[in-house]
């Protein structure tokens, strides 16, 4: 089993719909949180960080974690097909300059 | 605002042969940070280093090696190249801050014939 699960999609939503990204992680320990998009070929581009309980917002994406869940999710509002793209969800455990652990990440598809 | 540079962005290799990439992380951060994503997977952690030390050590086989010179950019040399190495190789910098942001770089697409 991942350390950092995700389902892999695709996710397919209409333009202007309202996607939603689910991640689960293993570790405990686990202090910060991120969202990264990535298109194919390129590098990985950070979209959220979250490190406390709750929701964080920025423009049209909403992180929100729970810890006692182990669960992190990202919302996008009024998805463009500029949107998609494979977002990737990291973990960072502890604290000490530690790596990232990503999730194998979720495929979004928004069509026009 | 600068950004991590990495170079080359395209490197074909045959199989046996010897590559070195580098990484030169944004001003001022002081911890890099290499992976590697092969085709399809997420980005794999390989090594890490902080002021010039090895600060972590993930799934980084023997065949490589890295460093991180005085001016914090940083070399990942790769021998003995196996067709499985062909693969996006990606550097991250972070700075002190606490919230353990890494920014990532292009990435190198090395290909191994």
């Known amino acids: 089993q991942k350390e950092v699960e995700q389902n892999s999609g695709p996710l397919s939503v209409p333009e202007g719909a309202i996607a939603s990204l689910n991640c689960t992680y293993s570790?405990?320990?686990?202090?910060?949180f991120f969202w990264y998009r990535q298109y194919s070929g390129k590098s990985p581009e950070l979209i959220m960080s979250i490190y406390s309980n709750g929701d964080k917002e920025d423009g049209r994406f909403t992180a929100q974690l729970n810890k006692a869940s182990q669960y992190v999710s990202l919302l996008i509002r009024d998805s463009q097909p500029s949107d998609s793209a494979t977002y990737l969800c990291a973990v960072v455990r502890g604290t000490g300059f530690q790596k990232l652990v990503f999730g194998t990440g979720t495929r979004l598809l928004v069509s026009p | 605002a600068a950004g991590v540079i990495q170079s080359p962005r395209h490197l074909i290799k045959e199989k046996r042969e010897t590559a070195t990439l580098k990484c030169y992380p944004i001003p001022r951060h002081d911890t890099v940070y290499w992976y590697q994503q092969g085709p399809g997977q997420d980005p794999q952690f390989l090594i890490s280093f902080y002021e010039k030390m090895q600060s972590d050590k993930g799934s980084i086989p023997d065949r490589f090696s890295a460093q991180q010179f005085s001016d914090y950019h940083s070399e990942l040399n790769m021998s003995s190249l196996e067709l499985g190495d062909s693969a996006l190789y990606f550097c991250?910098?972070?700075?002190?801050?606490?919230?353990?942001?890494?920014?990532f770089g292009p990435g190198t697409r090395l290909t191994v014939l």
């Open positions: 570790d405990r320990v686990s202090q910060s």
């Open positions: 991250a910098s972070r700075n002190r801050d606490p919230t353990d942001t890494q920014y």
